[in-house]
């Protein structure tokens, strides 16, 4: 097959939305629902058009663009929301090459009998309520609670933010009762890690993608003097917190190679130089690719967490913010891609992704897959983000065959 | 002597005192120049005024009541400003107990030879641009560089907190030209500390003050995505920090023992559940009653913190943000106190103050003692500050006889 994508137009879209949202404290703030992604969206949905595709929009702005077929559609896409101070890659590379694909189909009349959509899914950088707003509603699998209750990392509810926008809870809770039958779903997203680079592989075949926790932790201990109170009589939150990122992250180091945890808000009180802090809140991400791994994990932590508490004269606490289970790719949509590299020359490897990403909820409806290509020097979620364009043309490329071959 | 202060009038006038600048949300807060704290100046003139005493205020704000007399001054006092969500004890027992005990010997006639001053003095607590500030100001030795660049507590510059007060940066910096001579300076406060209570001693005679190093601490590495930054390949400066943060106190401890080490604030960047902290602001507090002590810290600490950001490959470096050196009591002081002490019959003992304090300050200018009356579970800085008020009794009782001794 010598179907070829427009790498000139594909960048071309990519530098174009780039331009929406920048930050002038550096990189892209484009979350969900914000103005800039009100704007982003009207740029999409023109471009969509122009693309002959026919829009539809889902309760949650998941935006599609479908090309007409028979039977259960053949999807592929990503995001255009990013996290504050974030880059121009991570969501609009597989949105926009998606979109030059059906591109490409359309204008060269390639054979597809499947219909054909293209999707941009809204909040996957979880912005709003936690990850995956959008593919969860479009899925069935958003927690209402959380989306009632929950505060956003604005500060305000979720009700609050849509109050300026089109979109409503009620919409949002609905958005999947329209859901098509889905034959396979392709993403492709660049790596956000150092893997393929260091192995100078131009594309990576996503064979499993990691489940996470999202933990909201607290230790408990007494504000004191810090000039009157002894070490002996202290009950340091904060000195405890120090004790378990440490620990915890032996533990998952020694325990479980390849398995990641990682503490990275942490807020102290009262936080003032001659207190001794009495509270400390933070945040607790651990991710495996393996279940199992995953289950220890939430098994002991809570418990070097508590062991460490009882010690120093704290109480230990949590809630789950978010969980996402591990999700193995079908061999078939691996398969495909495997051969469609080797019979094209594209040097390539199969990796699992550490992060996770809208094609693991996608999982849950029909066979998901992803192709990754390389990140410059693994840097993501900063402004530094970076592709090296040929990586991009050939990834879409791959794509593009993916989406021929699955909806023949 | 029997001379003897109203414990019902002191009482009262703390309690008058505790209901101006009440937080909502638990506690006192008034900072200087909030506000509170000039409705709480308006109060204390009025105080001081009703007792007879000539009134003083200089460009710094710190409110003199004066007794004439002969020679150079004997001044008690201490500070009516509190740290947010503070207590009532804190600061303004030292005043009022000094207001007191001027009023019974204003009534009562009793000999005094030289004046008799009772001040307070502005933003002790350091809610401006670092402690003492009033007392730095009298004693001319405040650091105009931080005042002028400084920002406040508030986030906002000095300069701008005090466009809604009558006070300057002019009048702040010249304070000092007024200072009469001093014969010497007692101030009366709350331990803030277990050990009174846990020796049950009515009497503290401070023998020393520890000196003080407030540092601003920096770990910078670099921010990567929780999900897909492999252990071996994280620059977490948090987790710099946490190791620091333990191995600090051990030294502290083990090597200085009766010294002091506190990280009290922390802000992690970029602070996101799924990133790798790129950096870590903090603040370090260090104390010790011996210079030798605060000298060998001073040389470690930054030594420490420098190996272990070169382990985990990050960069350490600091601002000193204050400093105060320790200072010893006179023994004249601490002996007439003594002496006072065992002719009454009340139990006391001799400790450092491992708080800073005004006294401290105005060991600069003249001799400078200290009496501390307990405090209940040795909380301060909280909203459950409490003392016993037969302790005050004692405590105001010592103040005026030695008061009396040193005006004699």
Redesign the interface.
């Known amino acids: 097959m010598d179907a070829r994508i427009n790498l000139e137009r594909l960048r071309s879209d990519l530098e174009d939305l780039a331009k929406i949202g920048r930050d002038p404290q550096g990189g892209i703030s484009r979350p969900s629902f914000s103005r800039a992604d009100l704007e982003a969206r009207d740029w999409l949905r023109k471009r969509f058009a122009d693309a002959g595709l026919t829009l539809r929009e889902d309760g949650a702005g998941n935006i599609f663009g479908r090309m007409e077929g028979e039977g259960a559609v053949v999807m592929t896409g990503s995001h255009i929301d990013s ?3 974030g880059g121009m890659f991570d969501g609009p590379a597989g949105v926009l090459a998606g979109l030059e694909c059906l591109r490409v189909i359309q204008e060269s009349g390639l054979p597809h009998r499947r219909p054909l959509e293209v999707v941009s899914f809204t909040d996957e950088e ?1 912005n709003l309520t936690g990850d995956f707003l959008g593919s969860r509603a479009f899925t069935g699998t958003l927690d209402r609670d959380i989306l009632e209750k929950g505060v956003t ?1 604005f500060g305000h509810p979720l009700e609050e933010i849509l109050k300026g926008t089109p979109y409503t809870l009620g919409g949002i809770l609905s958005a999947g009762e329209l859901r098509p039958e889905i034959e396979a779903f392709v993403e492709l997203h660049i ?4 893997v393929l680079e260091t192995e100078e592989k131009t594309i990576g075949i996503v064979d499993r993608i ?1 489940g ?1 926790n ?1 933990w909201l932790g607290v230790f408990r201990g007494q ?9 002996e ?1 202290r009950r ?1 939150a ?2 405890g ?3 378990f ?2 620990r915890a ?1 032996q533990y ?2 020694a325990e479980h190679y ?1 398995s ?1 945890l ?5 807020a ?1 009180q ?8 009495g509270r400390v809140d933070f ?1 607790l ?1 651990f ?1 495996s690719a393996s279940k199992d791994s995953l289950r220890d994990m939430e098994t002991h932590l809570p418990e070097l967490a508590r062991d460490i508490a009882a010690t120093r004269g704290l109480e230990f606490s949590y809630s789950v ?2 969980h996402t289970d591990p999700v193995l790719i079908p061999d078939r949509l691996t398969g495909m891609m495997k051969e469609i590299c080797e019979s094209e020359g594209w040097s390539h490897m199969t990796l699992p ?4 990403h809208d094609a693991q909820i996608l999982a849950e409806v029909t066979d998901s897959s992803m192709i990754f290509i390389p990140t410059v020097d ?5 402004p530094e983000e970076n592709i090296l364009w040929d990586d991009l043309k050939t990834g879409a490329d791959l794509l593009l065959q993916t989406l021929l071959k699955l909806a023949e």
């Not at 009262?270 to 802090?277: E, K, N, T």
């Open positions: 996290v504050l101070h979880g990392a790596e956000q890690g150092p990691a996470k999202d504000a004191g003097h810090a000039g009157t109170t002894p070490f009589l340091d904060f000195l917190l120090a004790d990122a440490l992250t998952v180091a390849g990641m990682t503490v990275g808000r942490a102290l009262p936080g003032a130089f001659s207190i001794v802090p945040t991400d991710r913010a978010d992704s550490g992060a996770g693994g840097i993501s979620h900063a």
